[in-house]
T-cell receptor, first 117, second 113 residues
Framework: EPEVTQTPSHQVTQMGQEVILRCVPISNHLYFYWYRQILGQKVEFLVSFYNNEISEKSEIFDDQFSVERPDGSNFTLKIRSTKLEDSAMYFC???????????????FGAGTRLSVL | GEDVEQSLFLSVREGDSSVINCTYTDSSSTYLYWYKQEPGAGLQLLTYIFSNMDMKQDQRLTVLLNKKDKHLSLRIADTQTGDSAIYFCAESPASGGSYIPTFGRGTSLIVHP
């Protein structure tokens, strides 16, 4: 079964450093998403991406965050200057085009645990 | 804004039924979902229900929706140790063309022999 893959599974970084979290969505999917889950809290939406541009973003997704689809397979989340409060599990997801149901059914990766020290 | 609430823990004995409950606030919700997260894995979509349905059954899983009370439940029949995981309730809105789900905090299901 096709799946969304994320690398690395765990990233440790120093406060102020830049990190890039990588995702390979399911190959025929065209909608991509990033979510995060701070330990013990809810899964929170960060950003959605379609047709090479951001289609929706939350208040969390401020200027220190950016997303990119550098080639035909990868989808990345960059955090420019990490803060302690960026420590969380970051999930990538993708969904297909087509009808409303297809767009609503999102497939998630296993996540990258980001630890900012 | 939308909110989804669910209890944090549920402990059941193997072979019993588990019922995980969820409440939501958005009256315009179109899709309601149950996701499962096993240790070290991503969120796996278990099942979903349209807001115009009351019930959906899929093998050992039964989803009940009470739209009036904005209450969603997931019943797992004959719960097995392999069902131990975190179960997330989520809803996505009908309006504005947004497909972004709002998640609950997740219910940890612990199945003991």
């Amino acid at each position: 079964e096709p799946e969304v893959t994320q690398t690395p599974s765990h990233q440790v970084t120093q406060m102020g450093q830049e990190v890039i979290l990588r995702c390979v969505p399911i190959s025929n999917h065209l909608y991509f998403y990033w979510y995060r889950q701070i330990l013990g809290q809810k899964v929170e939406f960060l950003v959605s991406f379609y047709n090479n541009e951001i289609s929706e973003k939350s208040e969390i997704f401020d200027d220190q965050f950016s997303v990119e689809r550098p080639d035909g397979s990868n989808f990345t989340l960059k955090i420019r200057s990490t803060k302690l409060e960026d420590s969380a599990m970051y999930f990538c997801a993708s969904s297909a085009t087509g009808n409303v149901l297809a767009k609503n059914i999102q497939y998630f990766g296993a996540g990258t645990r980001l630890s900012v020290l | 804004g939308e909110d989804v609430e669910q209890s944090l823990f549920l402990s059941v004995r193997e072979g019993d039924s588990s019922v995980i409950n969820c409440t939501y606030t958005d009256s315009s919700s179109t899709y309601l979902y149950w996701y499962k997260q096993e240790p070290g894995a991503g969120l796996q979509l278990l099942t979903y229900i349209f807001s115009n349905m009351d019930m959906k059954q899929d093998q050992r899983l039964t989803v009940l929706l009470n739209k009036k009370d904005k209450h969603l439940s997931l019943r797992i029949a004959d719960t097995q140790t392999g069902d131990s995981a975190i179960y997330f309730c989520a809803e996505s809105p009908a309006s504005g063309g947004s497909y972004i789900p709002t998640f609950g905090r997740g219910t940890s299901l612990i199945v003991h022999p």
